[in-house]
């Protein structure tokens, strides 16, 4: 009695389709990295053991290494931030601002905004990344 098989059979496994699926998830990554927060300039932030997350109506103003001030993803030179910022208290209650500032920024240029926000009596936050 012969058990064997008179023809060999060499298993193969395709990987065809499993490189369109890594494709796709690859694009789905892409696509969903770039929705996460619009709104933030690319910022070398400090970094800080403890923070809050902030749930209400926020602006976020951000101060790049090359002193450039951004309202809401907007170039405004430094003068024109204060009326901005008023502007955009008309219009909400309850504001909230979230500073996003370069960690090489001096501080003389955060202390200018935080007095900003101080004289139109509005909630300040400056933005940091956890350690």
Do not use: C, W
């Amino acid at each position: 009695m012969n058990l064997r098989r008179r023809h060999k059979i060499t298993p193969e496994v395709s990987a065809s389709s499993m490189s369109d699926i890594m494709f796709f998830l690859m694009l789905f990554f892409l696509i969903a990295s770039s929705v996460v927060n619009p709104n933030v300039i690319k910022l070398l932030l400090p970094k800080a053991a403890s923070g809050q997350s902030v749930a209400k109506k926020t602006i976020s103003v951000s101060i790049t290494k090359d002193l450039q001030y951004y309202v809401e993803k907007k170039l405004v030179p430094a003068d024109q931030i204060e009326a901005l910022l008023n502007s955009y208290i008309q219009n909400q209650t309850e504001l909230t601002v979230i500073l996003y500032v370069d960690q090489t920024v001096a501080i003389q240029d955060i202390v200018n905004v935080m007095d900003i926000s101080n004289k139109l009596k509005v909630k300040l936050v400056l933005a940091t990344d956890p350690k």
